[in-house]
């Protein structure tokens, strides 16, 4: 028997609705190119998206069509983020970090009719434009006619200038229902090894994962929240923030391209941010200027860290020198992307302060609605006791099922668990704490080493700006941890002195056998560090001495 309620499709359009009904005044601000400031309403929000429905359609673009975007964190990005669901077309963001040959790669492969591009990425649109002229025969550039930088394009495409053509258009455009499975939006991975994967988000597991982290005990965002996404709108949808505060009426302030500390710290106070998201790289630039410059963050309440782990000294300095708790959340792009977020439990209550900094250090615990395991190499399920670490597996109704392109269900064990390619352990009480990638771990003797345990303790060490911890080869014990620090500005680094860190933080075996001091260590275009052409360089370091 069938349950006798209202039978109502998630739409990603209705979020809009929400807003624009409920939380009409709501504001959302946006940092421009050109470094003024522009305000509207989620009332203007779904309005001008209903009037950008009317362009895409006179663009060519149907149900199902692929709309990319090159953009910051700004409002224009944000109607395209509405406007392609809402009429059932697929709003495709792409990292505009990534190699121009990725980029063209991505567009291709997307096979995306029209590109929506942020000025800064001129240069990369006429770069790219040969490449990409059999798919993309329309770029509209987003900005006035004032600002319109010069691009050039190859035969058989046309540029555009987003505030012409919104001028032109009429926003008599009417949201449809339609089935809440059809795809919204399309997201790469930014593809470390091999070329980058799709995944495909639908309106349902969108609306899920919005539901899921506006919840207390994740993002907690509310009405009376003003949220600065620093996270990109290319990265995984920002985290799911645009739909979040729209859902909850919560103030977005998006800050463009201007993502440095100083920027960062103006706008937050200017705007009266609490909440924020981002990387560590973010943060570290963020804590050296309030350092340096002697401001305060006068509003900012809590700080969300993911994407990479967080160095303990971040947290320590953000919580004891500005009383901002830097939380922990861990996701991917395959998880829309939130897997779990690190929210105490009432067994955190009476830890020392010592010990709460070290739990803050997890991952956290899963988002309701995620299930998750830790499994060894037989796929067998390890012990949740914050030791045994194993390939990390999840499940749950906004987990990928399959890339872009493949057959549904494709990226999937038999019984329906996605291997996230992490290493992690999880304690009693149910707190996920990533040791590695499974790629990166350190198989010493036959035991498993923790890369991101070491390159934690060497950051604690005040000479050392950022540390990387490889498998190198080894003649006895097949791998053994080789460490690469880049040391903080005017500092030098003693090898030796950086190996006394350790002492009594890990077992003695577990100590890199030798320090490397270099310039500077490589990043991925989501600032991740590039292990793999760490590897490439050093994997033999210990054949040749
Ligand atoms: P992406 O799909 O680019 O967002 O990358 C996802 C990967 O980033 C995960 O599989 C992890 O390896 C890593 N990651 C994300 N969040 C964290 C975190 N809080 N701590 C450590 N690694 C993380």
């Known amino acids: 028997m069938f349950g006798l309620m209202q039978s109502q499709g998630l739409m990603i359009s209705s979020i809009l609705k929400h807003a624009a009904r409920h939380h009409g005044s709501g504001e959302v601000v946006s940092r421009t190119h050109e470094n003024t400031t522009h305000r509207y309403t989620w009332r203007d929000v779904e309005a001008r998206s209903r009037r950008l429905v009317r362009v895409l359609q006179k663009l060519g673009i149907e149900a199902g069509d692929r709309v990319g975007t090159l953009a910051w964190n700004g409002y224009r990005h944000l109607e395209v983020y509405y406007a392609a669901p809402g009429m059932a077309a697929i709003c495709h963001t792409i990292n505009p970090r990534l190699h121009p040959d990725d980029v063209a790669y991505i567009v291709n492969h997307a096979a995306d009719k029209v590109l929506f591009v942020d000025s800064s990425f001129a240069s990369l649109i006429t770069t790219i434009a040969p490449k990409i002229a059999d798919t993309v025969k329309t770029v509209v550039m987003l900005t006035d006619a004032d600002n319109m930088p010069e691009v050039t394009l190859a035969p058989g495409m046309t540029l555009a200038c987003y505030d012409q053509i919104m001028d032109a258009a009429d926003d008599d455009y009417v949201w449809p229902t339609f089935d809440e499975n059809t795809a919204s939006a399309l997201c790469y991975t930014s593809g470390t090894t091999g070329r980058p994967r799709g995944v495909l988000y639908s309106h349902r597991s969108t609306w899920l994962h919005t539901y899921a982290i506006t919840m207390p005990d994740l993002m907690g965002i509310r009405a009376t929240s003003r949220v600065l996404p620093v996270v990109p709108m290319f ?203 499974s790629k990166d771990v350190i198989k010493s003797g036959g035991e498993w080493i923790s890369s991101i345990t070491l390159e934690n303790i060497a950051v604690s060490h005040p000479d050392v700006a950022e540390a990387a911890v490889i498998a190198a080869l080894h003649p006895k014990w097949d791998e053994r941890p080789l460490l690469l620090v880049v040391a903080a500005p005017g500092r030098t680094i003693d090898p030796a002195s950086v190996l006394a860190v350790y002492e009594g933080k890990v077992a003695k075996w577990w100590l890199p056998d030798e320090v490397v001091v270099v310039p500077e260590l490589p990043h991925t275009a989501t600032g991740k560090l590039l292990k793999t052409s760490l590897r490439t360089q050093y994997k033999d370091h210990y054949l040749k001495v």
Do not use: C
């Not at 708790?325 to 955190?348: C, D, I, R, V, Y």
């Not at 009693?428 to 990533?434: C, P």
């Open 235 to 437: 990265h995984v949808n920002a985290w799911g923030s645009p739909y979040a505060a729209a859902l909850t009426g919560a103030a977005l302030v998006l800050p463009g391209r201007h993502m440095d500390g100083a920027s960062l710290a103006t706008l937050m106070n200017a705007e009266r941010v609490d909440f924020t998201a981002g990387v560590p790289t973010v943060w570290l630039g963020l804590l050296q200027h309030l350092r340096t410059s002697g401001e305060k963050l006068t509003t900012v309440k809590r700080i969300v860290t993911g994407g990479s782990a967080a160095p303990p000294l971040l947290i320590e300095a953000f919580r004891d020198e500005y009383g901002i708790m830097l939380e922990h959340a861990w996701g991917m792009t395959e998880l829309s992307p939130l897997g779990t977020f690190n929210a105490p439990k009432t067994g955190q209550a009476g830890l020392s302060r010592d010990a709460a900094g070290q739990h803050m250090l997890k991952q956290g615990r899963a988002a309701p609605g995620i299930d998750m395991k830790i499994v060894d190499g037989d796929g067998k399920e390890l012990p949740w006791d914050g030791v045994a670490f194993g390939d990390l597996m999840v499940k749950g109704p906004w987990v990928a099922s399959a890339y872009y392109g493949d057959e549904p269900g494709s990226t999937l064990t038999a019984d329906g668990w996605f291997a996230t390619g992490d290493v992690a352990t999880i304690d009693a009480d149910g707190f996920m704490e990533i040791t590695d990638r």
